[in-house]
């Protein structure tokens, strides 16, 4: 069935450095890709989406890029501060209202 | 307000109990969703409405009972559950089914 895989499950990164997270869709049909942040107590945050018919988006320190032919999309995140540690989930959906989701990456700010 | 709102945050019970979950979003959106989120595995999609009518049911126990009177709200109504059901339930709402899903912060659930 329809899968999405996220990596790495925990990423850490010193202050001010880049983190970059990895998804990998099965449905090719599938052509909408948001990413959430969830903080401790809190529930998942929307915080960058992208469509199929764009290959990049940035919003300040925050960009997504999707590789249709391969079937991957990546966050980047520059900068890093230390409210950025979290854990951010990739979606992938046919915009038919389900989200299949990644399993999530733990990502740690080090001071 | 403004966004989804979920009560109860906490909610102990045994077995046997009934109890319901609470949504309301204050968004105007037109279609809202039930999440299961266990430890350690993807969120799962439990159910979805929109304008009122159902029309996602993945494959879940009838010991869960979904209601949307409104398109405001939406309730979980929950019966007779097993020690597996203990989780955090999210509600979401979106515009519809392509727009971007917009969460509540979850009640915390604990089955005894």
């Known amino acids: 069935g329809e899968n999405v895989e996220q990596h790495p499950s925990t990423l850490s990164v010193q202050e001010g450095d880049s983190a970059v997270i990895k998804c990998t869709y099965s449905d090719s049909a599938s052509n909408y890709f948001p990413w959430y942040k969830q903080e401790l107590g809190k529930g998942p945050q929307l915080i960058i989406d992208i469509r199929s018919n764009v290959g990049e988006k940035k919003d300040q320190r925050i960009a997504v890029t999707l590789n249709k032919t391969a079937k991957h999309f990546s966050l980047h995140i520059t900068e890093t501060q230390p409210e950025d540690s979290a854990v951010y989930f990739c979606a992938a959906s046919k915009s038919n209202y389900q989200l299949i989701w990644g399993a999530g990456t733990k990502l740690i700010i080090k001071p | 307000e403004t966004g989804v709102t979920q009560t109860p945050r906490h909610l102990v019970m045994g077995m046997t109990n009934k109890k319901s979950l609470k949504c309301e979003q204050h968004?105007?959106?037109?279609?809202m969703y039930w999440y299961k989120q266990s430890a350690k595995k993807p969120l799962e999609l439990m159910f979805v409405?929109?304008?009122?009518?159902?029309?996602e049911n993945n494959s879940v126990p009838s010991r869960f009972s979904p209601e949307c009177p409104n398109s405001s709200h939406l309730f979980l109504h929950l019966h007779t559950l097993q020690p597996e059901d203990s989780a955090l339930y999210l509600c979401?709402?979106?515009?519809?089914?392509?727009?971007?899903?917009?969460f509540g912060d979850g009640t915390r659930l604990s089955i005894l």
């Open positions: 968004l105007g959106h037109n279609a």
């Open positions: 979401a709402s979106s515009q519809d089914a392509a727009g971007p899903q917009h």
């Open positions: 409405y929109s304008l009122e009518e159902r029309v």
